[in-house]
């Protein structure tokens, strides 16, 4: 059954080696002025910087450099924005991750607004116009070059927050699998736990469809068994190319066309913990997925269990629902540990002593204890999950 | 492997029962002059032609009714590019199947265009400009509703050319599933085996991934459970929704993005059947595609029998691979005799004596030949297949 729903994806996708010389034209189309933003010093250390200077010779380019990971509004969409409007940018361009394109994203209606940006990103006020974006992606994770959202910081509220407006969608993505072959072990295991986990969020959800399902169990299958071979071979096209196309698909909605919105629980529980403890994303959703399994299992859920350990694991078909639901949990337990993620989060800095306070966080501002959500959860559930986790 | 590829779809999908109520809102962004198109009598007996009207209130509406099967040059597209021109149409509402959609394309591009509309359809001149168009579907077949291809036939040339122009994406596609509820069972088995046909189309390909085989044998799977259900229950919703969605996703590339173009065979022998005996375009391919399949089978395409085996029949998996190939080629067969196709082409009014003419039909045409396609067919390769189809 596929569910009422609209779809768009306004997004120009162009993936190969080397696509980055249609830069040029592509940037053209929207202006002379470009605010190039990037993170670190990785696009320098791998040549990218260089060459993407080299092909906007004739645009004028403003730079913001240095973006954080988990980008925060202050200082980096603050100084984007304020750029952008000193210097008239016509066009943004993002070299990076998911971080550079977050960031550039809030940048892009902050940019096109005279009130104060949070305002926005905080839903407070709806954008009316962003800056056109582009991006040259070097990380297969979050899928922020095909979708519409963002998720900023803000450090002086301890607050982080989903921003998503029809908007934000970039005009056009580069993706280019030899930029992710420098990526570290670390990043490319908790790149993929992401990807992994976008798609799990929308797997757990109602109305299902044989199609949605199928495709939702291939890209889980195709980012399974294609970390495992990057993790060996960092440089293997085949592995990197098949990372960095799955991931663009978790985000935008296309894996549940009419599966409906059931709440994204597991992605609300993480950002509390980076909120606080600035921890990576992948891996405190791989650390919190067996968990929250395991707390949402119940008659009502078995069949998704099921459905997995049929369909994505091979498991025997025989098996009585429990144990294929045990079965499931834990192999997604042991196949993240496997690429490298510590399954606890106390060896990444969590503390104890915050879980509470990181469970009305939660509820404050999230929709895991709605009505409408696959499984509602309480704060004593919420504080299940976190100490399980822990 | 995902190959070297550019994606970009801008076509707005709203989904659900009731969503036609919609079409004011999204008409309107375009203007006030609606060119209506539509088939035979169909939409007026279900009530949709009337619905239609009561929401085009407001809008200068001119009509163009009577478009056939396997649409016509001449009278559809040149009567309705004359109406475009004589009357400022601003945007065109396809209201019907593809057939209906393929000629409101053709004439969005001809209605733009001084010259004669021909040289545009058969690529002699490449359009600068086309009329926007919405559609709201009422039969899961083409995809037509999401891609910007048409497929235009001219009798007087016994020609049947497909036309493929990104200006030919319409704007929003209007799908609600309740409107196939009073296709025949022949249409919606025909229409079945058109979207399965797309898929096979693109599965045998190269380079191949898992995720894209992924989505593939989901989407082939689908079409195959959910048919066999609408069959016996015509207004069944969960499968009516599933058919016209899976449809939909047949032929704008998203179902084999990085696995490069190797040609669409079967639908370019079908396309000479059906220009010389204007036969149930699904009909031919359904027909086609068991002995299409036997003329390719190789050690080289091997793997792909044998995938399609494990994954989409669930085949004993130490079958050999001989055997396996044999089986999906059989089951190709048995499943679209099951929804009612008659598996030869000699009841639908083939004649053999027209078969050497349709090869060399084929061969002048399409790409059936050329080095790149997936596997190269030569006139005695064409007969082979057209014999063993009678």
Redesign the interface.
Known sequence: ?????????????????G?VKGLPEALARYGKTVLLTYGGGSIKKMGLYDEVMRLLRGFKVVELSGIEPNPKYDPSVVTGARLCKENNVDVILAVGGGSVLDCSKAIAACAMYDGEGWDLISGKVKATAALPILDVLTLAATGSEYDCGCVISNTALSDKRGYVDPLLYPAVSFLD?TYTFSVSPWQTACGTADAINHVLEQFFSRPT???N???M???I??LM??VLVALKEPTN??AR??L???CSWGCNGILA??SGYSGWPMHSIEHALSAYFDITHGAGLAIITPRWMREILSDRTMERFVTLGRSLFGFDASLPDAEMAEKVINAFYSFFESTGIPMHLAPLGVTADKIEEMADHILAYDDTSQDWAYVPLDKPALIRILKASM
Do not use: C, H, Q, W
């Open positions: 059954m596929i569910g009422d729903f609209t779809y768009n994806t306004p997004t120009t996708l162009v993936f190969g080696k696509v699998p469809s044989t199609f399902d199928g495709i169990i291939a890209a299958r195709s068994d294609n096209y085949e190319s098949e960095m196309y799955v066309n009419g």
